[in-house]
């Protein structure tokens, strides 16, 4: 990375063709588990489109493949992602969590299923967030959610304590599955069979 990163510092200053052709808009922010400092990964418009949201194609496939009485899409796609804001790189390009950038770019007919909006689902401030979040989703019928573990964690206790209810099926009957990402689910794994009892969910 460190030999990377004078092209990473111009590409934010509006140069093209360097790393990639054409030019770089965004950059995902890293959590900075390798060293002290964040590093700033450039995304592409093809990397955006033919990694991270084929991704997501495959792993529907595979669901489905493998669950082909699935009603994911009669309910709606809850997406908790973190947030943008405008770089260090010249202000010339925007930087954030990989999962703020997709929910950025995602194609148009992603927002027909997807909640909630993205004036919300960007919303720098997380605990306004899991507010604004839990009061705009306990009355739709949703189906499915995708994020990382640790995240939802906190989404999930903020809306059994805002509901009064004792796990999540009393709020949301139809959840059936968590596409999750990010960490290692294995230590999540029985807290979230507490919180969401039965056999209908997958992980």
């Known amino acids: 990375y ?27 922010r890293s959590s900075g588990t390798t060293s002290t400092k964040s590093k700033f990964i450039p995304m592409s418009h093809e990397s955006l489109f033919d990694t991270q949201y ?26 908790l ?32 299923v997807r909640i909630p909006g993205k004036k919300i689902a960007l919303k720098d401030d997380f605990e306004k967030k899991l ?26 206790k903020y809306i059994l304590n805002y509901t009064g209810k004792s796990n999540l099926t009393e709020v949301w009957p139809n959840l059936e599955v968590f596409f999750h990402g990010g960490i290692s689910f294995s230590t999540y794994r029985e807290i979230y069979r507490q919180l969401i009892p039965g056999n209908q969910m997958h992980y």
């Open 2 to 28: 460190d030999d990377l990163l004078p092209y990473v510092e111009r590409l934010g200053n509006g140069e093209q063709d360097l790393l990639w052709p054409g030019k770089t808009k965004w950059f995902a």
């Open 54 to 79: 084929r991704a997501i194609k495959d792993i529907l496939a595979i669901y489905f493949k493998n669950n082909p009485s699935s009603r994911i899409f009669n309910g709606k796609a809850l997406t």
């Open 81 to 112: 992602g973190g947030s943008h804001n405008i770089n260090q790189f010249g202000n010339k390009a925007l930087c954030g969590d990989l999962s703020a950038i997709m929910i950025e770019n995602a194609p148009f007919y992603a927002e027909i």
């Open 131 to 156: 507010e604004l979040i839990t009061k705009s989703t306990i009355d739709q019928n949703v189906t499915s959610f995708s994020g990382t573990p640790s995240w939802y964690l906190s989404l999930i």
